[in-house]
């Protein structure tokens, strides 16, 4: 089983900048992709971004422009998210997709507030 462990979550005033940190417990041996979601009061969980083994990343169109997702190989891949809007208020979730078995794994959340 792969750990996923997530930091960096917190409060924040909007037009603030946060970084969060993902690190899996050990390296992968096929191909995967590791991304964020996140999950408001109320609301559905959704994509956030996600990188895969090789580098190819997919942001939602409400994050472009305004969050980076990277990652230092092979364990960890990070969220960087500037320019923070209120509508960004959620709990975020690491996720490890493994290609070769369909395998899915959470990391357990952190809780990023954005308001005044």
């Known amino acids: 089983q792969v750990q996923l462990v997530e930091s960096g979550g917190g409060l924040v005033q909007p037009g603030g900048s946060l970084r969060l940190s993902c690190v899996k417990s050990?390296?992968?041996?096929?191909?995967?992709?590791m991304g964020w979601y996140r999950q408001a009061p109320g609301a559905q969980r959704e994509l956030v971004a996600d990188?895969?083994?090789?580098?190819?990343i997919n942001y939602a169109d409400s994050v472009k422009g305004r969050f980076t997702i990277s990652r230092d190989i092979p364990n960890t891949v990070y969220l960087q998210m500037n320019s923070l809007k209120p509508e960004d208020t959620a709990v975020y979730y690491c996720n490890l997709k493994v290609s070769r078995d369909m395998q899915n794994y959470w990391g357990q959340g952190t809780q990023v507030t954005v308001s005044s």
């Open positions: 050990r390296s992968i041996g096929s191909t995967y992709t």
């Open positions: 990188i895969t083994n090789t580098g190819s």
